[in-house]
């Protein structure tokens, strides 16, 4: 080959790499745009719930939003196991998403416990509740998640207020004295229901009916939508409207399978969650009174409990409040800031 010759290989094979070079890019960004992922979403919610009618709906706009790059799968009322199981696969990705209330977190980042409710009756009504949730501080505290759980909360839905069930009547401190009570394993639950002296019993979730069925507890707390959703109705008649306890539930996104989508992707996945769950709670709470009637239609009977009543039991409880806030310094600024905004 004469030098002309070889100088017009050099300067093909050069243009030729250059080439190459320059659409290496667009090829990878066209594979990973064409990447499929999985979507496992497991929690312990009920069945027809509004929670998980909220999930459903999301499990289709994750799969119809991304053109089918994102597989996702749903898999409600503890099919891939309990709370526990649950909260750890986010942790660690087994599960890519789960729901849960920010309480959950006591032992690894108990501020976020604090804006999950604890110690009760820290949210005053439904209007706190957004002021908290939906405002700055609602962000706050999906980056401390970020930072010392491993997920992100990407939204925030809800199953309501918490009240009373139980096998007899209860509508005084004298009436819930001795209750066995069912707690979340949280040590914050006990100390709530200790200090209005009642029994408290921690079990799985899942054990709840057959806790009662067979008289381990005598009544549990929780929301009326789960209470239909699990029958547990169908073991204790008399349902207690205290709103002792609002309870949020993060939408949980495990922070690295989110970090490794695409960034369009990313960004719909956390504008989704966000449309669906403000669907979700309005429509949570235009039903809680049905909710409570459609209980009272099955044979459950309701005690109310007076206003002067409840102070007293919040009265009684307040101390909580600096006893869980000594847990740290950030437990207690976020106590005061949850407050701040009644």
Known sequence: MDSSSERAFTRRRVVGLGLAAIAAPTVLTSARAQQKFTCRIAHTEGIGTPITLGFEKWTGILRERSGGRIDAQHFPAAQLGGLAQALEGSRIGTIQVTTAGPDSEEAIAPEIAAFGGAPGFIYKDEAHVDRVLQGPLGQEVSDIARKKTGVEFVAYGETGFRHILSKRPVNSLETLKGLKIRVPELRIWVDFWKTLGANPTPLPYSEQYSALSTGVIDGLDSDYFSILGFKWHEQAKEVTPTAHWFLPKAVRVN????????????????????????????????????????????????????????AKWAEMTAPLFDQFGSKSPETKAMIEKIRKLA
């Open 255 to 310: 922070a690295r399978w989110l970090d490794s989508l695409p960034a369009d992707l990313r960004d719909m996945v956390r504008a989704s969650a966000k449309e669906v769950f403000a669907e979700q709670r309005a429509t949570n709470r235009a039903n809680a009174d049905k909710a409570l009637a459609d209980l009272e239609k099955l044979g459950c009977k309701v005690n109310r409990v007076s206003e002067a009543e409840r």
